[in-house]
């Protein structure tokens, strides 16, 4: 179960890498809009730290997509044209 978990977190972390490359966001662009340093986003894009509920709604509104989708989209899923709100 254990196992489990550290790999649904670990794909939470790709998906959030996967949905900032799509964007054509740097790490440095929301490492500010979320008020932390570069090195600690990293982190968080590697799966070094856990993201609380908090951290993970601030994701999901910087990259414009609902908290779900961060959640449930699969790691080796092609992102698709079709996110809500992209601009």
């Known amino acids: 179960m254990e196992d489990q978990l550290a790999l649904k977190a670990k794909n ?25 340093s570069q090195n600690a986003y990293s982190k968080l894009e590697l799966g070094y730290c856990k993201i609380s509920l908090e951290r993970l709604y601030a994701i999901a509104n910087v990259l414009n997509v609902e908290p779900v989708y961060i ?12 996110l809500p709100n992209q601009s």
């Open 71 to 82: 959640l449930t989209m699969e790691h080796t899923e092609l992102i698709k044209i079709d």
């Open 12 to 36: 939470v972390a790709g998906n959030i890498r996967k949905l900032r490359e799509f964007r054509d966001y740097t790490q440095d662009y929301l490492a500010s809009q979320l008020k932390i």
